[in-house]
């Protein structure tokens, strides 16, 4: 790994994030999620992207064992959340993503808003495409 890389990569808990310019925070979830991780990878992800821009997030959720109900809440209670432009899954269990629609849901009615786009991936390949025609159709769309 580079300097740069290190830079650029979080580690927190059992769990890995890298930033990889211009928009795009990898989140590699490893055992179980508790609520200070969740506040810990939003203030990690606002220094990598300071000036309030959205971002996509490609989230390996593959090796994720649990999300507690606090970690849940803590998630989409967290105005910070509201700068997510799109969420990439990969490898999530029936189980996980049920939570993540669920976490979705909830921000809807914190914020009263459709938030973001959310897809599952199997591959990271694929998440990474979806990502680039996401960012081209919000592009076309702002402009």
């Known amino acids: 790994m580079t300097e740069d890389e290190r830079a650029r990569t979080l ?61 849940r809440k ?19 269990s029936f189980h996980m993503r049920v939570l993540m629609g669920m976490f979705l849901k909830a921000l809807r009615v914190f914020y009263g808003q459709k938030m973001f786009q959310m897809k599952y991936f199997e591959r990271e390949e694929d998440a990474l495409v979806w990502v680039a025609a996401e960012r081209a159709r919000r592009a076309a769309t702002s402009g």
């Open 74 to 92: 803590a998630a989409a209670g967290d105005a910070r959340a509201r700068r997510i432009a799109g969420l990439a899954i990969i490898g999530a």
């Open 11 to 71: 580690e927190f808990g059992t769990h890995r994030a890298r930033f990889d310019p211009p928009d795009i925070v990898r989140v590699w979830w490893i055992g179980p999620s508790i609520i200070g991780q969740i506040d810990t990878l939003y203030t990690w992800t606002a220094t990598m992207i300071p000036d309030g821009s959205t971002y996509f997030v490609i989230a390996d959720m593959s090796r994720l064992e649990e999300v507690g109900p606090a970690a």
